[in-house]
Nanobody
């Protein structure tokens, strides 16, 4: 599946942004989806994941209670609602898909994902 992320931008601390990731192809329902981020000079890290049915979600401790992942399988799109943003949230955000063949699961590690979007930059000013 091909992934196209959008919605990044510049926001002040305490503000909100909503990232979107649209997938091409008819196999979106067979993918678990995730969001990762990479700050300058740092490794790519897990942010959030969601199973294909939306039954299961998981968040990194650093974003729990502030970020919400969701998906619309009819629109083949996954979202990341980010509230109460902090300067340390500044990074390039990547969406990713993992083929799970209808297994209702999710993954939290980079190596478990098969397809990646191009990234969208989020900058949070203090």
């Amino acid at each position: 599946v091909q992934l196209q992320a959008s919605g990044g931008g510049l926001v002040q601390a305490g503000g909100s942004l909503r990232l979107s990731c649209e997938a091409s192809g008819r196999t979106f329902r067979t993918y678990a989806m995730g969001w990762f981020r990479q700050a300058p000079g740092k490794e790519r890290e897990f942010v959030a994941a969601i199973s294909w049915s939306s039954t299961f979600t998981r968040y990194a401790d650093s974003v729990k209670g502030r970020f919400t992942i969701s998906r619309d399988n009819a629109k083949t799109t996954v979202y990341l609602q980010m509230n109460s943003l902090k300067p340390e949230d500044t990074a390039v955000y990547y969406c990713a898909g993992a083929r799970v063949n209808y297994s209702d699961t999710y993954y939290a590690r980079v190596r478990e994902y098969d397809d990646w979007g191009q990234g969208t930059l989020v900058t949070v000013s203090s």
